[in-house]
């Protein structure tokens, strides 16, 4: 068995879709980044290559690459979770925790566990996701910017 942690955070600007775990969330703001900025799914990416040991997601789809420009994060994170199945290691269960102020992640909750289980190859119920507020702290708490933190369990396969 492996463990991996990952953790993101991303400016919000007007203009910007958001997307968390590969569902689009109606809201006048957007995060920033080179991709679709899915904090939940760089997370998670994030935790799976520190299990697997295959890096981080800037050495695997770095921002200068014009070819990740505006991909969907969802579609990063399917090939690293292919990537771990090739290497022998299956997905256990993972835990995010997303740090927002806004918006409330509830009525999405279960859309974003069943895209990431669909994706991980794992059953929804291995997906642990919860969100926080920072009590208005900080650049989170003042709806500045979104973050997600997350912890895998990787299982070698024989």
Not at 91 to 116: G, K, S
Not at 125 to 143: C, I, Q, S
Request: charged content about 25%; proline content about 5%; overall charge negative.
């Amino acid at each position: 068995m492996r463990v991996g942690s990952g953790f993101d955070l991303h400016r919000l600007a007007v203009g910007r879709r958001l997307v968390l775990g590969g569902v689009e969330l109606p809201w006048d703001m957007g995060l920033v980044g080179h991709s679709d900025a899915d904090v939940i799914c760089h997370a998670l990416i994030d935790a799976l290559c520190g299990a697997a040991g295959i890096g981080d997601i800037g050495t695997l789809f770095p921002d200068d690459d014009p070819k990740y420009k505006d991909v969907r994060s969802l579609d990063l994170l399917r090939e690293v979770a292919d990537h771990c199945r090739r290497a022998k290691w299956a997905v256990e269960n993972v835990d995010v925790t997303l740090l927002a102020q806004v918006p409330r992640l509830a009525p999405y909750r279960e859309a974003i566990r069943n895209n990431l289980a669909g994706v991980l190859g794992i059953d929804p119920g291995a997906v642990g996701l919860k969100a926080t507020t920072t009590d208005h702290v900080g650049p989170l708490g003042n709806g500045e910017a979104l973050a997600a933190q997350a912890v895998v369990l990787l299982r070698e396969v024989p």
